[in-house]
């Protein structure tokens, strides 16, 4: 019976990768080899992440907000900018045109993302006896955390790789971007110094990222129709 | 190691870093609450299986509603029937114990108050326990002590969170919702193997002996007069069995007399020409198991040598009659002699003394008193007791029901100032006259500090005696105390080879868990399919097109949900 909610959030949480993977045209490029690359890079960042965090930030004895601690959490963060732009344009990918490039980055990285930090809670805690919603919750999140991921690599690819674009469009990518960058700051804000209950907080995210997903959606329309014309 | 713990902390940061993921997983694990319970005895008499015969316990649970108003037995055998003893009706508890009904397991929840360790949520609720409360649990002890029950009973203190979950099931059971493992609700499990029968159990009794002032020149022995108190206790809930009354206020009285005592031998010109000898002996509630291997343990002279033997049992209950027991007839001298400077001393004090006379029957093994073991050993003893008759087996031996609150210190120093006194006239032969050794005020006055800080620390251990190893805490304190008063103490571990087999886990950890429905289950899983198979036509849609979807399911579907 746990196993079977053990299973009800891992298809929450990991399954969307694989529609996303399957559905699209990835699959019929063969995009894995990018994947595979592009998780590489996760893994290398995560680990530079975590040695810069252990190293230059300080234990809190109690979860309240911390402005200065945060806002240096912030910028490690940055790092996952960095990442993202070295998948994106330092790695050569054969075989994969510029559109479907960001969206293999961006869903490896929201794959080995999700893997990373989920599958482990996850396996030790959803098979508990003690029924909870938020597993379910992670699950929906990680489902955010998609979209976040993949809207961040097409602002990326938009930014790095993209050379003709409209002029008044550039400020916006710039402004998206920094607003993606900063949401894990305003979530955390939310949790701890308003704190908000995950499930409002995941329904948060699932709006935030809709609104960005959309957004993004319009500015890459923007960009693309010039070529297109 | 500092450097490990930063970096585990830094892990938790990382973490939270980006996505805050982790820090709500963490958390789920308080979700689930731990509660100590305390398991009841599981024992063999004469080979007869006694006690609550099971210690694992995995079960949903339910309310003692679902006992009255259900019939069916298989619903049962499948839950825990959580009852909290204050308020639930003693005769439906009774009824349940008594019909040969299957349970899943029984949890009983006792007042916070009864924790020895403060209220277990820390609410400081001011109600006190009382009498009636008292009674109907140590009625119910007695009725689940002799009984075998075929399914865990546990004893827990009542908490807010526990309290909480009871109303929910109550609530539950009254609208017919039983919890079962369809319909979700809390699952109770205590991961413990089964119980196995502990293997040696040792008594240890202790002995310190005060010396009298000999004569010069003088060869002979001099007598002595023995104090005794047996110190273990037996109930219900081994774990919970502390025995303030029976006997923690014997000891009690037995320390305050070691000290009174050895203050008054300290002077050579105080000191009498009587040893005395003190004992605090284990196996009590065992038909005074350990008294008797302590006396057989004794050389034949010294044995002889004893005038009397004066045992202290329950002597805590405030009231003014106090009972010598006696198995010798009344009108022996010996006890005559006893009685009249105890009744003298008594009738100054305040304290009425009565003489109880009971026969032994040698034939019978039942010994009621420990004075009994001292008759047998032909030595002239005598109990006082403020219990007026003789207890059976397993009775008034300091269960759960025997709590600080029935133990009056000032009760204890009366009984205290009486014997001290009665012994000091017999010591000095001043029988008769109105002399005060211990007088209030003097350097030789009873501590009421000494007996209420005792009679505290006693309160809060549990003494079964089979659940004590060799080396307890509580029997070195006994020791230390002892030897700081008296220049020879020595322990004596006795193997316990009575008919009484123990079996082990006096106490283990019960988990809640709140536990979901498998029909919920299947609607969360239809609900994340859904989802998916609305997600994959919507991708296919928007990247390819219609066709290609319609192409796709031309093939077998289940194929494109392999990762789903």
């Known amino acids: ?106 869903l490896c990285w929201a794959f080995s993302d999700s893997l990373l930090h989920r599958l482990a809670p996850l396996w030790v805690g959803a098979r508990g006896l003690e029924f909870t919603w938020d597993y379910l919750l992670q699950g929906l999140e990680s489902n955010a955390n998609l979209v976040f991921t993949i809207s961040f690599t097409a602002l990326g690819s938009l930014m790095w790789l993209r050379k003709s674009k409209p002029k008044f469009i550039v400020p916006l990518i710039y402004i998206a971007a920094a607003v993606l960058i900063t949401m894990p700051s305003i979530i955390n804000y939310l949790r701890q110094g308003l704190s908000w209950d995950f499930s409002k907080v995941v329904a948060f995210e699932l709006l935030a990222s809709l609104c960005l997903a959309l957004l993004t959606w319009q500015l890459f329309i923007a960009c693309q129709r010039p070529i297109g014309q | 190691m500092a450097m490990q713990r930063t970096l585990g902390a830094e892990w938790g940061h ?57 019939s069916q037995a298989s619903d049962l055998s499948r839950s825990v ?31 916070s108050r009864f924790s020895s360790h403060g209220s277990a949520d820390g609410s400081a609720d001011s109600e006190d326990i009382d009498a009636d409360m008292l009674e ?66 040792s008594l240890s009794n202790l002995q310190a002996w005060l010396p009298g002032l000999r004569g010069d020149g003088d060869a002979s022995q001099l007598p002595t007069i023995a104090v005794v108190a047996s110190y273990d206790t037996f109930g219900v809930a081994p774990a919970l069995s502390e025995g303030s009354d029976s006997n923690g206020s014997g000891v009690v009285a037995l320390l305050e007399l070691v000290r009174l005592f050895s203050r008054l031998y300290a002077n050579p010109k105080t000191q009498g020409r009587y040893n005395i000898l003190f004992g605090l002996t284990s196996g009590g509630p065992f038909n005074y198991n350990g008294t008797s291997k302590w006396l057989k343990g004794f050389d034949q002279r010294v044995r002889e040598s004893i005038d009397y033997a004066i045992c202290l049992n329950s002597i805590g209950t405030r009231s003014n009659n106090l009972l010598m027991h ?164 020595s322990i004596h571990n006795e193997p316990f080879d009575s008919s009484f087999v123990f079996y082990n886990v006096p106490k283990a950890e019960l988990s809640i868990y709140q536990v979901a429905s498998v029909g919920l289950d299947l609607i969360i899983l239809v609900a994340v399919s859904a989802y998916l198979f609305i997600l994959f036509v919507v991708l296919v849609i928007s990247t390819k097109s219609l066709d290609d979807l319609v192409v796709m399911f031309r093939r077998p579907p289940t194929k494109k949900f392999k990762g789903a």
Request: with cysteine.
């Open chain 2, 14 to 70: 990382a973490m939270l870093g980006l996505l805050c993921v982790v820090a709500a997983c963490i958390g789920v694990c308080d979700a689930v609450s731990v509660v100590d319970v305390y398991r009841m005895i599981q024992y063999d008499l004469q080979g007869v299986p006694f006690g609550c015969r099971r210690a694992a316990l995995n079960h949903h649970a339910s309310s003692l509603l679902l006992f009255s108003n259900s």
């Open chain 2, 326 to 489: 006696v198995s010798k007839p009344p009108d022996s001298i010996y006890i005559k002699q006893l009685y009249d400077v105890f009744k003298d001393v008594g009738s100054q004090i305040g304290l009425e003394v009565t003489l109880k006379h009971k026969k032994i029957n040698i034939s019978n093994s039942r010994v009621s008193w420990e004075h009994e073991q001292f008759s047998r050993h032909r030595v002239t003893a005598v109990t006082l007791s403020k219990i007026e008759h003789a207890p059976d087996l397993l009775e008034h031996s300091g269960g759960i029901a025997d709590k600080r609150e029935k133990v009056d210190p000032s009760a204890v120093a009366q009984v205290v100032k009486l014997t001290a006194e009665s012994l000091a006239s017999y010591i000095f032969g001043h029988q008769g006259s109105p002399i005060e050794v211990f007088a209030d005020g003097s350097s030789l006055a009873v501590s009421h500090s000494y007996i209420g800080s005792w009679l505290e620390l006693l309160s809060r251990t549990p003494r079964v005696a089979a659940f004590m190893s060799k080396s307890d805490p509580l029997i070195e304190a006994f020791r230390k105390e002892l030897s700081e008063h008296t220049p020879e103490v």
């Open chain 2, 81 to 111: 029937i959580i009852v909290p003893v204050a308020r639930a009706s003693i005769a439906i508890l009774k009824d349940l114990i008594q019909k040969k009904q299957i349970l899943g397991g029984l949890l009983l929840l006792l007042p």
């Open chain 1, 1 to 106: 019976m746990t196993l079977f909610h053990f299973f009800n959030c891992a298809a929450l949480t990991f399954g969307p990768h694989f529609v996303y993977y399957t559905a699209t045209p990835l699959s019929e490029y063969d995009a894995l080899r990018t994947c595979w690359k592009a998780a590489l890079v996760y893994l290398g960042t995560t680990l530079v992440k975590l040695v810069c965090l252990a190293t230059f930030l300080q234990v809190s004895e109690n979860d309240n907000f911390d402005v200065s601690q945060e806002s240096l959490k912030a910028v490690i963060n940055l790092l996952d900018v960095l990442g993202l732009y070295i998948a994106l344009t330092q790695l050569t990918y054969r075989n994969i045109s510029q559109n479907h490039k960001f969206q293999a980055v961006g």
């Open chain 2, 136 to 201: 109907n649990i140590s009625e119910l002890e007695q009725l689940l002590i002799h009984k075998t029950l075929p399914y865990p009973v546990y004893f827990a203190f009542e908490n807010k969170k526990i309290l909480s979950l009871l109303r929910e099931v109550e609530e539950n059971d009254a609208a017919g919702k039983h919890a079962t493992a369809v319909t979700g609700g809390y699952k109770l499990v205590v991961p413990v193997s089964e119980p196995k029968k502990l293997a040696t159990v």
